[in-house]
């Protein structure tokens, strides 16, 4: 184990598995999902950060069916074709020593296309579609596609998946009452409101085994009018243990939320404090996440005890060198990420590759 970042460089053991160091390469939409020849160019960008050093990398989100594309024809993972296409990306992290996990996100009413679903016909306020209201029926059969995506994941060869259920997309939006307006089983108390993404997780763990990585990403703080509580936080992420998640992801603020969190004015490692808070509570490891881009800073979070990982995404866009660098001694030399977001985010509303400047 590296003598420099000790908290941060040391290996965590997940029984079946190993990962070398506390990094994750958290999940960013890089755009070559959907472009020509794009799954190559994906493997290589995975390739160079798996080389660069990151302990675990879980890719852009990837949707378990057409209705929770982020848009119309956006990435899926559904069928042999999408199977044999990521194998080319996990071949490739493996031989450079790395493990990887795949995003499964359904956006719900995020989703920018007129056939968007949601617990409830609610239309969000960044999106001009309204979503139609899924009936039960559509709720097993979505349920059904999150385990059959993640089957599949595992054949292309991921070592595990994260499971979005944060930012206020489609597993989100069945937690609070802001979007959840139902009167069945799947809406009205917190344990109904739960229920959808505990049953997503217990589906999930039965089509993949144990033997595989399942991540969660919680939203701890919502940010929004009508949220989730801290206690109700804290008890789905206990009930999210017994189903059999192995690590729990922090989520922060839905993406209609009105309080800043990744600009460069937001203070480093601003929202560690409720990753903290809900980690006394749990068993398995906890991610944390938001504005954590330096080596010292998320030295200091893990050394404080406020999670057992730290998640950085855009610092690897900034530098894929990142974890070598400061594991050497060489944290002097890397090129951080400063939270401007013009090449990454600002790309990707405009359909552009995601990349630095």
Sequence with gaps: MSKFYPHLMEPLDLGFCQLKNRILMGSMHTGLEEVPGGFERMAAFYAER????????????????????????????????????????????????????????????????????????????????????????????????????????????????????????????????????????????????MRFPLEVVRRVRKAVGNNFIIIYRLSMIDLVEDGSTLPEVIKLGKALEKVGVNIINTGIGWHEARIPTIITKVPRAAFTWVTAKVKKSLSVPVITSNR?????????????????????????????????????????????????????LDHVFQMKLTSCL
């Design 50 to 193: 798996a080389r660069g050093g990151v302990g675990l990398i879980v890719t852009g989100g990837i949707s378990p069916n057409a209705e929770g594309a982020v848009f119309a024809g956006a990435g899926q993972m559904a069928s042999e074709k999408d199977v044999n296409n990521h194998s080319t990306v996990t071949e490739a992290v493996h031989k450079a020593g790395g493990k990887i996990c795949m995003q499964i996100l359904h956006s719900g009413r995020y989703a920018a296309h007129p056939n968007s679903v949601a617990p409830s016909a609610i239309q969000a306020p960044i999106n001009p579609f309204k979503p139609h209201e899924v009936s039960e029926e559509e709720i097993e059969k979505s349920i059904d596609d999150f385990a059959r995506c993640a089957e599949l994941a595992k054949k292309a060869g991921y070592d595990g998946v994260e499971i979005m259920g944060s930012e206020g997309y489609f597993i989100n939006q069945f937690i609070v009452h802001r979007t959840n307006r139902r009167s069945d089983k799947w809406g009205g108390s917190y344990e109904n409101r």
């Design 292 to 344: 954590i881009n330096t080596p010292e800073v998320a030295e200091v979070v893990l050394a404080r005890g406020d999670a057992d990982m730290v998640s950085m995404a855009r610092p690897f866009l900034a530098d894929p060198e990142f974890v070598n660098k400061a594991a050497n001694g060489k944290a002097d030399e890397i090129n951080s990420c400063i939270g401007c977001n013009q090449a990454c």
